[in-house]
Structure formats: structure tokens, C-alpha cells
T-cell receptor, first 111, second 114 residues
Framework: QKEVEQNSGPLSVPEGAIASLNCTYS??????FFWYRQYSGKSPELIMF????GDKEDGRFTAQLNKASQYVSLLIRDSQPSDSATYLC???????????FGQGTRLTINP | EPEVTQTPSHQVTQMGQEVILRCVPI?????FYWYRQILGQKVEFLVS????????KSEIFDDQFSVERPDGSNFTLKIRSTKLEDSAMYFC????????????FGPGTRLLVL
């Protein structure tokens, strides 16, 4: 069973601080990883994808991938109250046409 | 910006009834997917579809489920005889390619089976 694991939280971060979200995956063959943001009752909204080891930055967001440790993370700098949401980590399973999602981490940014 | 659309946004049905959920994927995308999310649980893969065929399906996608691309734009999910446990949010997604490409999600259909 190919799994993606996330700490469900809640993770509470003060406004302006860095929020750090983590994810591990079991399928060593997975090549691509995605971070989606999901507001309550809404659909997943893509934030970033990463498929190379190392860091990838996009504005206030940085995704990090370590394939040796099977670990993916998302850093949100200068956190805003509007960043309060559930963050979903997903892995594209090698050779398969599907995403496997973690259970999501609920993030709250406190003003 | 192109987006995936889904109708209806909400559907209430009686147990045993058939429902059809509709999706219009992004126009140049070739791969289509259905996922579902039971309240409070993970987003789960149901099925992927390419070139008018099912490419992959999960164990959830049993004989009660079917998918179809009836014309050049719509992609549908049919549940033949709904059960209480089919109550969930159903998301359609599409991508240009399945390998590295991002899957873009529609807004979802909230299905409630009574």
C-alpha cells in the first residue's frame, strides 16, 4: 500500500512567522510531489510541485524534497491569516495515473 | 485562466437511485480523473481516463461506478445505485500528461445520499 503521511495538526503559527509543513511517502519510485491548499468545503488548489531533490521557491512558498529520506516539506514565509487552511501533500505514484494524498495538515495563522 | 468545472455543486439523492456527476475538463488536457473525499477524510483516487478508456481504477471504483466522455468536452461519473457511504465530495481533475504534470481540480460536487 503506497502511503503519504502528514501530521494532521492543528499547527498554529503567529502572523509573520514561518510555517513548516512536513510529509513522508512510502513509494520510493514516486517522482513528483505536490502541495495543495484546501479551504473548508472547497477543492484542492495547487500551490507547488517538486520533482528534483533540493529546494524550489515560489514567492513566499518553498518546497523541499529529499528522496533519500522520502521526505517533502513546505515552508510558508511571512505567514498571513489567509494562509489558514488544510495543506495536502500528494505523491504521483510511479507508473500510475493517480495521486496519493496525505490526510492533510490543518494550519492556523494567528493575527 | 482555464479551469475545470463541475455540475451540480450539490446533489441530494435517495439510496438506490442513480446519479450522474458532470465535469468539463480544461480544454487541451488529455487525462481525466475522479477523486472523492468523505467528510473529514483523505482525498481518495477513484479512476483515471485517457483516450476514451479507463487507465486505472481503485478498489473503490466497483461495478456501481462508471465513467464516460460522451462528447468532446464533458466527462461524467455515474453511480448506478447509490449507497449511504457514497456520500462525499467528488472532485474531477485533469492534466495535460500524467507523468509529471499537475492535476487541476474542479470545485467539486457534494453528494448526499439519504
Amino acid at each position: 500500500q503506497k502511503e503519504v503521511e502528514q501530521n494532521s495538526g492543528p499547527l498554529s503559527v503567529p502572523e509573520g512567522a514561518i510555517a513548516s509543513l512536513n510529509c513522508t511517502y512510502s513509494d520510493r519510485g514516486s517522482q513528483s510531489f505536490f502541495w495543495y491548499r484546501q479551504y473548508s468545503g472547497k477543492s484542492p488548489e495547487l500551490i507547488m510541485f517538486i520533482y528534483s531533490n533540493g529546494d524550489k521557491e515560489d514567492g513566499r512558498f518553498t518546497a523541499q524534497l529529499n528522496k533519500a529520506s522520502q521526505y517533502v516539506s513546505l515552508l510558508i514565509r511571512d505567514s498571513q491569516p489567509s494562509d489558514s487552511a488544510t495543506y495536502l501533500c500528494a505523491a504521483l505514484i510511479q507508473g500510475a495515473q493517480k495521486l496519493v494524498f496525505g490526510q492533510g495538515t490543518r494550519l492556523t495563522i494567528n493575527p | 485562466e482555464p479551469e475545470v468545472t463541475q455540475t451540480p455543486s450539490h446533489q441530494v439523492t435517495q439510496m438506490g437511485q442513480e446519479v450522474i456527476l458532470r465535469c468539463v475538463p480544461i480544454s487541451n488536457h488529455l487525462y481525466f480523473y475522479w477523486y472523492r473525499q468523505i467528510l473529514g477524510q483523505k482525498v481518495e483516487f477513484l479512476v483515471s481516463f485517457y483516450n476514451n478508456e479507463i487507465s486505472e481504477k481503485s478498489e473503490i471504483f466497483d461495478d456501481q461506478f462508471s465513467v464516460e466522455r460522451p462528447d468532446g468536452s464533458n466527462f461524467t461519473l455515474k453511480i448506478r445505485s447509490t449507497k449511504l457511504e457514497d456520500s462525499a465530495m467528488y472532485f474531477c481533475a485533469s492534466s495535460e500528461d500524467y507523468r509529471l504534470e499537475t492535476q487541476y481540480f474542479g470545485p467539486g460536487t457534494r453528494l448526499l445520499v439519504l
